[in-house]
């Protein structure tokens, strides 16, 4: 069961995400619960390290991310591109009390569990890190490589196009 999303502080937020239209990125948009095809188990840790803290999808796939935090530090894990990710780590490290809640975080308490359902419909390679105060300066970081659609899949998206 995932624990209720949290802020950098130790304070949970007043609900659940909210349902605000989804929002293209670079790096994907936010998906509902029905388009997921597979979940992804990622565990988060004192040693300040994901587990695993790389992997693969492809372009169009539709993933929950189940992370795991089994330390006992608050910990998160933010996706976005490496630009994007110091941005926020330097805004963070500005004003370390600043609340936010995005459906690419997932700020997960010590010993609970927290998700975010992703659809990564853009290739590359893609980042999440913890921006926790000194977290990702540390190194606690993680590479997305989405892989191109298969053939199979193009081909399959050409012809609904035409009709």
Known sequence: MSAPVLAHGEKPHSGTKSRAPAEQTAWGIAAEPA???RTILIGMNDRLRFVPDRF????GETVRLRVRNSGRLMHE???GTRSELDAHSALMARFPGMEHDEPHMAHVAP???GE???TFNRPGDFEFACLIAGHYQAGMTGT???LPASPSSTEGRKQDERR
């Not at 693969?56 to 372009?59: I, L, M, P, S, T």
Request: hydrophobic share 60%; aromatic share 6%; charged share 25%.
């Open 35 to 37: 388009a997921v095809t």
């Open 56 to 59: 693969e999808v492809r372009e």
């Open 77 to 79: 894990l933010v996706l």
């Open 111 to 113: 010993g609970r569990s």
């Open 116 to 118: 975010i359902l992703w």
């Open 144 to 146: 997305i490589r989405v």
